[in-house]
């Protein structure tokens, strides 16, 4: 398990809450796209993602917290079979320079929403 590599807060408004973080607590921004918005914080990165229907409510009960693996397939599987449900199967869900980052999300006992992440080689993976 490389570590905690993101959380990730939904917003009602993606402006509001760049400037907000960027402007009155003077995060850097490492990058905003269209919906999302990613700034580094120490060795976590901080993403603002932003809710369909701009629900602040909504959006702050949906933080979401990225644990990436070395071995992402063999860390689903193993979880998988120690009990975790996932919500879908790992997947990708970007391409970059040959590597997939695949994902899968969870919840936890309390019901805190949880990704599984990690990269691999092109077509590895599913």
């Given at each position: 398990m490389t570590g905690l590599t993101t959380v990730i807060l939904r917003v009602?408004?993606?402006?509001?809450a760049v400037e907000f973080y960027r402007d009155v607590l003077g995060l850097g921004t490492a990058s905003v796209g269209p919906g999302i918005a990613f700034f580094a914080?120490?060795?976590?990165?901080l993403a603002l993602n932003r809710v369909d229907g701009g629900d602040p409510a909504?959006?702050?009960c949906a933080t979401e917290v990225v644990l990436e693996a070395?071995?992402?397939?063999?860390a689903f599987?193993?979880?998988r079979a120690a009990g975790v449900s996932f919500?879908?199967?790992?997947?990708?869900?970007?391409?970059?320079?040959?590597?997939r980052l695949l994902a899968a999300q969870f919840r936890d006992p309390d019901g805190h929403l949880l990704?599984?992440?990690g990269w691999v080689p092109g077509e590895a993976g599913h």
């Open positions: 009602g408004d993606l402006g509001r914080f120490g060795s976590v990165t909504a959006a702050a070395d071995d992402p397939v063999g599987e193993r979880w919500a879908a199967d790992l997947r990708p869900v970007l391409e970059s320079e040959g590597w990704s599984l992440t």
